[in-house]
């Protein structure tokens, strides 16, 4: 079965889900971003993200629809083999929820520095 790997330095983690969200807050205007993935057989798909606001660099893209207070859109991305997150010392840790599962990715994988997000083989 195919699932998510997070890594950073020597530490790994293997989660049995085919789907996750990251949610982060934008530095400056402290709102919250969040985008939608899945794993597929290709890499790392994102199929949607959602901003809760407006301003500094952050401005929804063309086609992006306002519902329920926040802009959502489909990220023209092609199939990631692996997305890295760095780490920034000027905002709150990346969030990650999978299975079912939500929490500050320190709490996925411990350590310093950027994690690394794959596809890999999990057992259910």
């Known amino acids: 079965m195919l699932g998510l790997c997070l890594a ?6 293997a989660i049995a ?12 205007e402290k709102t919250r971003w969040e985008e ?19 301003g500094a660099g952050m401005e929804p893209p ?6 329920g207070g ?3 859109y489909r990220p023209r991305l ?12 000027f905002t709150a840790d990346h969030r ?4 079912g599962v939500c929490k500050p990715l320190a709490r996925w994988v411990p350590g310093s520095g950027p994690v690394r997000l ?7």
């Open 8 to 13: 950073r330095g020597a530490a790994s983690v």
């Open 17 to 28: 889900a085919g789907e996750f969200t990251l949610a982060w807050t934008h530095s400056i």
């Open 36 to 54: 939608h993935w899945r794993v597929s057989a290709a890499g790392l798909v994102v199929d949607e993200a959602v901003i809760r606001g407006s």
């Open 62 to 67: 063309d086609g992006a629809v306002l519902r």
């Open 70 to 72: 926040a802009w959502h």
């Open 78 to 89: 092609p199939a990631q083999a692996s997305v890295t997150l760095a780490a920034s010392s």
């Open 96 to 99: 990650l929820c999978a299975g």
């Open 118 to 124: 794959a596809p890999c083989e999990v057992s259910p």
